[in-house]
């Protein structure tokens, strides 16, 4: 009988238990406002001048004698036409010089000259004899001798032993 009392109840459970609803439940948020922006954006224009007719003119020139590094150039533009050249010492030794023009009509062209090997100095270097040192000599090193410790060990109390005499 008290089974079916317990079958009875857990079936009215399960009746009134009733669906799980498939959405969460949220709060609802405001919604949302838009106003004017409190202050507009400025926008500020730079005024770049403009050449109509630019012009430059620059040269440098390297010449390092102990690493061997020769080389120059300069280059000049008028408007849009551009001129210039540069020379370099290859590896081989000989000199590159190479003229170039860019401008609207043509592009750029240029024309690469090589000139025989140059002359380059090269540094001196003075060889100094040094009187030899005679090496250290060194004995072979000491031998250490190693004993192997102990294995008893002292006990630090002993149970008394009682044995049983048969008769």
Do not use: C, W
């Not at 089974?3 to 109840?9: D, H, Q």
């Not at 630019?54 to 010449?63: D, K």
């Not at 009187?131 to 000491?142: L, R």
């Amino acid at each position: 009988m008290a089974f079916k009392l317990i079958a009875l109840a857990a079936f009215v459970a399960v009746a009134n238990a009733g669906l799980v609803p498939l959405t969460h439940v949220s709060y609802q948020t405001a919604p949302v406002a838009y106003a004017a922006p409190l202050a507009s954006a400025v926008v500020s224009k730079t005024v770049e001048d403009y050449d109509h007719h630019p012009q430059y003119s620059f040269n440098y020139g390297v010449s390092d004698s102990l690493s061997g590094d020769h080389k120059s150039q300069h280059e000049t533009r008028d408007g849009d036409k551009v001129t210039g050249s540069y020379s370099l010492i290859d590896a081989d030794g000989t000199k590159r010089t190479v003229d170039y023009v860019a401008d609207d009509v043509n592009g750029f062209n240029a024309v690469v000259r090589r000139e025989p090997a140059v002359a380059v100095a090269t540094p001196v270097v003075k060889t100094v004899a040094t009187a030899a040192v005679p090496a250290a000599t060194y004995g072979a090193a000491p031998a250490y001798a190693y004993q192997a410790a102990p294995v008893a060990h002292a006990t630090y109390f002993a149970q008394p032993h009682y044995s049983q005499i048969y008769v």
